[in-house]
């Protein structure tokens, strides 16, 4: 129909109504949809009952639209079936580009139909019926598309729910066998057990930038590598600040998880710190307790960041456990109560792995500065930093005394 409400003149190709090519639907989406299976690969491997039943209908759907708007009626507003496929298709896990592939490659088709026979004297005819099929085109598509991202997002939305739920009745010890079938997720044998610790982005301090939005970005781009690395099988919670994820044993070994942290590093764009304890599914709280108190410990040694197992800092771990060897250990570093600049050097040095011009860098101070300091630490405690022995001892007595300050700190709150 036009603006005044009249039927539009329909187009013809060489005296004969355009859409004369496609008036025969039924054939001619049969013909299609057999193209589809035949030369859109990703099709071939689609269930026989959506190609039958979805694909066949949209298609016949279309080629209706097509004929309408070829014989002077508008592009249709009613497109709910289509709409409704193309949900059906997001909840099957088609993929969008077969879906849109597809569309495209019907629509080409169509055109080759309908214009095979033109010859110059059609050419104003043509061009309008190009228009038409393009106008017709871009409604299909971005129906499609807002009908199938609607429903990915509440699919994604489901399995979210689905695996924080899960997740969840792992960390807390709760049965989860009928969840997990209710879930649609595996319970594996083994997890490794992280323990995350996610620094803020430079730019969540940024005066122009809402750091919020910076921070849950970051998280998404973490989120997106976890799930792109593990393959889909990594139970999450986390925050913007960490949280705790759990990795199958069988989808990561434990040779391939430093690199996982630095590759979510890398993701997040800040240094992600993570500690790891291994354990059967029901094990996994209290080895998610165990990694929280690793990593922890960790941040409170200033470490640099990167992936601590607790096989590799067990004998620090015990360190911390209150008692009097810890307070006795924390005791060897009270001469140096009165030099705060030299527990500041040796806790930077000793997380530094005792790299001297790292330890000055961090510090803004020359690295002969850090060679008189640690000799002045040396002096003053009997221990001699430089020296092997003593430099465990020294480590000893900051781990232990670090968590004294802290355990007496919480006292006094």
């Not at 489901?158 to 969840?179: D, Y």
């Not at 005394?401 to 709150?413: G, K, L, P, V």
Request: hydrophobic share 40%.
């Amino acid at each position: 129909m036009t603006t005044d409400g009249t039927l539009r003149e329909g187009l013809t190709v060489s005296g004969q109504p355009m859409s004369a090519p496609l008036q025969d639907v039924r054939t001619v989406s049969r013909q299609l949809v057999g193209h589809f299976v035949d030369h859109v690969i990703p099709c071939a491997t689609l269930p026989g009952d959506i190609i039958s039943g979805d694909v066949t209908a949209v298609t016949r759907v279309c080629l209706e639209f097509a004929v309408g708007m070829l014989d002077g009626r508008d592009i249709p507003a009613k497109t709910g079936r289509v709409a409704e496929a193309a949900a059906g298709w997001a909840r099957e896990g088609v993929p969008i580009d077969t879906v849109l592939h597809s569309i495209h490659e019907g629509f080409r088709l169509g055109m080759d139909r309908v214009f095979s026979g033109a010859t110059a004297r059609d050419y104003d005819h043509v061009v309008d019926g190009a228009k038409l099929v393009v106008s017709l085109l871009d409604t299909i598509s971005a129906t499609v598309a807002r009908a199938y991202v609607r429903e990915y997002r509440s699919v994604v939305g489901e399995h979210h729910t689905a695996v924080h739920t899960l997740t969840s009745a792992l960390l807390g010890g709760h049965p989860t066998s009928t969840m997990a079938r209710e879930c649609g997720i595996e319970i594996a044998d083994s997890y490794h057990v992280l323990a995350l610790a996610i620094p803020r982005h430079r730019d969540e301090g940024h005066p122009m930038l809402d750091g919020k939005v910076v921070a849950r970005r970051k998280l998404r781009r973490l989120q997106a590598e976890l799930a792109n690395r593990c393959g889909g099988t990594a139970l999450a919670l986390l925050s913007v600040d960490g949280g705790t994820v759990l990795v199958p044993a069988a989808a990561l070994d434990d040779a391939t998880l430093d690199e996982l942290v630095t590759r979510l590093s890398a993701a997040a764009r800040v240094a992600v710190t993570a500690a790891l304890v291994v354990a059967a599914p029901p094990e996994i709280p209290a080895a998610a307790d165990r990694a929280h108190e690793l990593l922890d410990m960790v941040q409170r040694l200033n470490c640099v960041a990167g992936l601590y197992r607790f096989t590799d800092m067990a004998l620090e771990y015990q360190l911390t456990r209150p008692g009097p060897g810890r307070e006795t250990l924390g005791a060897l570093l009270d001469p140096l109560d009165a030099h705060p600049e030299l527990l500041r050097t040796l806790q930077c040095h000793i997380g530094n792995n005792l790299h001297r011009r790292q330890t000055a860098r961090v510090l803004h101070i020359h690295t002969n500065t850090v060679d008189y300091r640690l000799k002045r630490i040396g002096q003053l405690t009997g221990l001699d930093p430089t020296v092997t022995a003593d430099l465990w001892q020294l480590r000893s007595a900051l781990i232990a005394r670090t968590f004294a300050d802290h355990s007496q700190t919480e006292r006094n709150m």
